[in-house]
C-alpha cells in the first residue's frame, strides 16, 4: 500500500496543475453545500438571536421588513421618519421600555445612530475603553468602526457633509467619548451618539457661542463642541415635531405587547408595529428556500463535474497505457496497478476533501462576519 | 538456463504464429538474436520472460518451468529471477533516476525494498556514470542516459537471466557500445545469462553465438513453412 500511494503521489506531483484542478473541483463540490449550509445556518442564529432581543419596533408606515433591517440590523440609513410625539404617546402608557432611534446619518462610511443609553443597556454592550457621552458632539463608536479608522478616545470623527444640511455651519465633528467591545453584531460598525446629538447633525439645534467654529486650524471645515461653547446650542421648534426612525419596544409583560400591538391596525395609521421574530422568520424561509434551489443547482453542477472529471481519469488511464504495460511487464500485477491508479483517486478526494473541510471550518469561524458582510 | 521445447505461440485474432520446436541456452551464455522487424524476436523474448503464455510447449529459465506456473507465480518469478530491458527505454517519466531504478522493488511483493537495495541502486548508477543524475527526470536525460538507468532497473535485483529487447535502437555508436558493455561486464560478472536481441548486424558482431530469429522456424502468412531446430 506504501508503495502504491508512494508512486500515485508521485505521479500527481509530476502532474501538478492537472492535480490542482482536480483537487480544486473536488474540494468545491464539496465546499459549497456545505458552506451554502453553514452560512445559512449562520444567517438563522444571526438574525433570530438580533430578532428576540427586539420585541417590538415601531416605525414609519411602510415594508415592515425595510423598518427591521433598518432598526434592528442598521442596514442603511433611513429616510423615513416619525415625529417624537409618537415615541411620548407609548411612554405615557407605561407598557415598557421605550428607545428612540435615529439612524439617518453616516460619518467615514459608519452609520450614526442617534439613541438613549438605554439602548446600550438592552444590547448589554461594554465599553473597552472611555466613557459613554456626556454632552452633545460626543460619541460612542462601535469596536470595527474603532478599528477600521484607527481611533481612539478623544480622536474626532467629521459627520459625512452630503448628509447634513446645516446652514451657515460647516459639518459637525463627532468627539469619540467611548470604544465599545466587541459583539459581534451590526452595533460593531455603528457610531452612536445621544438623540440630540443627531438633531444637531440634522441643523435642528445649533449654537452661537462664538467658538463653535474655531480653536483648531481646520475650524472652517468643521464644527467642533466642546465644554465652552455646548451651553450655545439649543433646538427651536416643538420636539414633539422632531423625527426619528423608530421606536424600539421592550414590553414589560406579554399582555402589555399585546395590548401595544393592538393600536396598530389602524388603515390609516402614519406608523406601523412590526415583531422583528415574526419578520425575520418569512425572510428566513424565504431563504431556507433559496438554499434548497441552489443546493439542487449544485448537486447536478456537481454530478455533471464528476462525470467530466470521470472521464477525464479514463482517458488519462489510456494515455498512460505504454506506461502501465511496462509495469505490467516487469511484473507488477493488475491488482497492483489498480491500488496504484486507486491511491491517486484517494490522494485527489482526500486533498479535496481536506480543503473543503478547512474551508467549512473557516466559514464556519467567520460565519457571523460573513453574513453581515453577504446579507447586510 | 533457457530451454525451450516444441514451442506454439498466436496471438488472438492475429494470423501471426510462432513455433520453435527446440530452443536452449547454458548459464552465462552471451547471445544475440536477430531479425528483420515483425520476425517474432520482441515475441520470442516474452515468452521467454514470461510475460507470454505459449498455446502449447515448455518454456524453462533459470531451471524453473515457467509454463507450469500460475500467472501470479510466473510473475513474481520474472521480477525476482529475470532482468528485463525494454523497447524505447520504457521509463517512468514522472518517476527519479533512482525511482526509476528501484521499480521492481515498488510494484511487486516478491522484493523486499530495505536500505541495502537502495544503496545498491546507487552503487550501479555510479557503474555507469549516473550518479549525479539520480535527483533527476528521464526527461532531462539524454537518449545514452535513459538507456543506462533502463539498463540499472533491470539489474537491481541481480537476475541470473538479463533480456534486453533493442537496447540499441535509439543510440548513436558510442552510448551503443557503452550500454552493452554494461550488460555484458554484468553478464561476466554475475555469471547471468544475456539475451540481446536486435535487428543490428553490428550488434550481433559482438557476441560469439547468434541467432537469426527469422531462420528459426517463426511461420507467418508469408512463411508458412514449418519446423525448425536450434540449440
Known sequence: MGDSLYLAWQYLRYHRLTTAVLVSAIALIMYLPAALQVIVASAEVHFRSRADSTPVVVGPRGSALELVLSAVYFDKPSDAIMRLTELRRIEEQNLGMVIPLHTRYTARDSQIVGTTVDYLNLRRMRLSGGSIWTMHGECVVGAQVAERLDISVGDKIPVSSSTTFVLDSPPLRLRVAGILAVNETPDDDVIFVGLETAWIIEGLGHGHAAGAAHGSPDAKLYTDITKENVNSFHFHGDRGDFPISAVIVVPATEKDQTILLGQYFSPDATVQIARPRVVMDSLLERIVMVRSYMIATIAVVSLVTLLTMTLVFVLSVRLRRAELVTMWKIGCSRHKIAMILGSQIAIILAAGAAIATLLTVATNGYGPQLVRLIVL | ?231
Open chain 2, 1 to 231: 538456463m533457457i530451454e525451450l521445447r516444441d514451442l506454439q505461440f498466436q496471438y488472438a485474432q492475429s494470423e501471426f504464429a510462432l513455433r520453435i520446436k527446440e530452443l536452449s541456452l547454458a548459464q552465462g551464455q552471451q547471445t544475440c538474436w536477430i531479425g528483420p522487424s515483425g520476425s517474432g524476436k520482441t515475441t520470442l523474448l516474452h515468452l521467454v520472460a514470461g510475460i507470454y503464455a505459449p498455446q502449447t510447449g515448455r518454456v524453462k529459465a533459470c531451471d524453473v518451468e515457467l509454463t507450469a506456473l500460475q500467472e501470479a507465480t510466473r510473475r513474481d518469478f520474472r521480477i525476482a529471477n529475470i532482468g528485463l530491458v525494454l523497447q524505447d527505454f520504457a521509463l517512468l517519466d514522472y518517476l527519479s533516476v533512482l525511482d526509476n531504478i528501484l521499480l521492481p522493488y515498488r510494484i511487486s511483493r516478491a522484493l523486499q525494498m530495505d536500505a541495502s537495495v537502495r544503496s545498491r541502486a546507487e552503487h550501479l548508477a555510479t557503474d555507469v556514470g549516473l550518479r549525479d543524475l539520480l535527483p533527476r527526470r528521464p526527461t532531462q536525460l539524454s537518449q545514452g542516459e535513459k538507456q543506462r538507468v533502463a539498463v540499472c532497473r533491470a539489474i537491481i535485483a541481480d537476475p541470473k537471466l538479463l533480456l534486453a529487447d533493442e537496447p540499441t535502437a535509439n543510440l548513436d555508436a558510442t552510448n551503443a557500445a557503452r550500454v552493452l558493455d554494461a550488460l555484458e561486464q554484468y553478464s561476466t560478472d554475475r555469471d547471468a545469462t544475456l539475451v540481446v536481441v536486435s535487428h543490428d548486424r553490428d550488434v550481433m558482431s559482438r557476441f560469439a553465438s547468434s541467432t537469426d530469429v527469422a531462420e528459426m522456424c517463426v511461420q507467418t502468412p508469408m512463411n508458412p513453412a514449418g519446423d525448425g531446430h536450434h540449440g
